[in-house]
């Protein structure tokens, strides 16, 4: 049976990014579409260029890097770095270019609102190619996993429940200060006089949450996201995480509007 040959791997080849795009690639569409786009308007911060220093990338190559990402299920800025060494789709849309994760993430992360502002401007784009038909529209949720932990979510309940740990062991290790003093009873004082500098200091912090807890109208604080709650995520399981929203419009089952809660 004859075996398909192979390209020899050290063979100089001449292609284009051009050539290995198909002419009905996403990819393409992602590219005009940003270009066409005033990023200023949009909200996106002005960038100061620099004349020391490594050159700075456009705004509108992070931009279409995220539509990419998004559009193939890729969120991690880490992921998208290495997407844009291997990726030959990704190398066409940024030219070639290969901004470190860092970059990307800060890119996302200073342009919170014209990222929406992008969403609502294309929804319209859409609007006006008549593939949202505007009657009806599915409403749906699910809970995201923050990166807070349980450990670092904290309602009053919990932290009272932490001063009356810290004061009950505070109480017990100065009684056993005080009996050694009175009877000797070889006790490791440096070794208890450090447990309770180690509670002092847990109790700042817990009354620091509390503080913070009474200034707001919040019934949770998260100390990793901020905006994370402790949610019922399903039957009695409860994780710290986001409540994401979506409506799809019912004639090509386009997402046409989200919103992120933490109830």
Known sequence: MPIQSKTDRNQVQFSSFEERINNDNPVRFIDAFVDKLEMTKLGFISQTFKTEGRPTFEHSL??????????????????????????????WLLCGQQPNYHSIADFRKDNPK??????????????????????????????????????????????????????????????????????????????????????????????????????????????????????????QVVEVSYNLQAAVDEQHKLVVATHTLNR
């Open 62 to 91: 992070y931009l279409k890097l995220y539509l990419y990402g998004y559009l193939n299920g890729l969120r991690s800025s880490r992921k998208l770095e290495r997407e844009c060494v291997r990726n030959v789709e990704v190398f």
């Open 114 to 235: 014209a990222l929406k502002n992008t969403f609502k401007l294309f929804v319209l784009f859409l609007k006006e190619c008549e593939l949202i038909g505007g009657r009806t529209v599915a409403i749906d949720g699910t809970k995201v996993r923050a990166s807070n932990s349980k450990k670092n979510n904290y309602n009053q309940k919990k932290i009272d429940r932490h001063l009356a740990y810290i004061e009950e062991k505070t109480t017990e290790y100065l009684k056993q200060l005080e009996e050694n003093d009175k009877q000797n009873t070889g006790l490791d004082v440096k070794h208890v006089q450090a447990k309770i500098e180690r509670l002092a200091g847990a109790k700042i912090k817990y009354e620091t949450l509390e503080k913070q807890l009474s200034t707001t109208d919040e019934p949770q604080v998260s100390t990793t996201d901020t905006d994370a709650r402790a949610l019922l995520v399903q039957g």
